[in-house]
């Protein structure tokens, strides 16, 4: 007896190659997302342009301003309290009774 090939019906190839395009489609979004920068969205008055005017008047405050040297500057350092440590709490000494053991068995003092 002679076997006949079978074909695969259209609607299964069909079907196949979609799902083969929709998980690539779907893992290429999901990359794109983690990949991607999102823009930033920058203030008007940053992007408005700059006056190219020069201001005369602030230019004659510059050169009325009072310059001081370093050595007729105050030392101005400012003494900070230093935190004075806790007492200490003493720490709990061995006791000369012994201890019971969970077993009942007495447990030898050291």
Known sequence: MKKTKTKTPGIVTIAT???ITLVF???FNVYRVFTVKTPFSVPEEILSPID????ANALTNLTQRLYLEEGIIPDNNVQTQTATPAP??????ESSSPTPSPTGVPSPTP
């Open 17 to 19: 190659l979609t799902l």
């Open 25 to 27: 489609w779907i893992f």
């Open 52 to 55: 190219p005017s020069l201001d």
């Open 88 to 93: 200490r709490t003493p720490t709990p000494t």
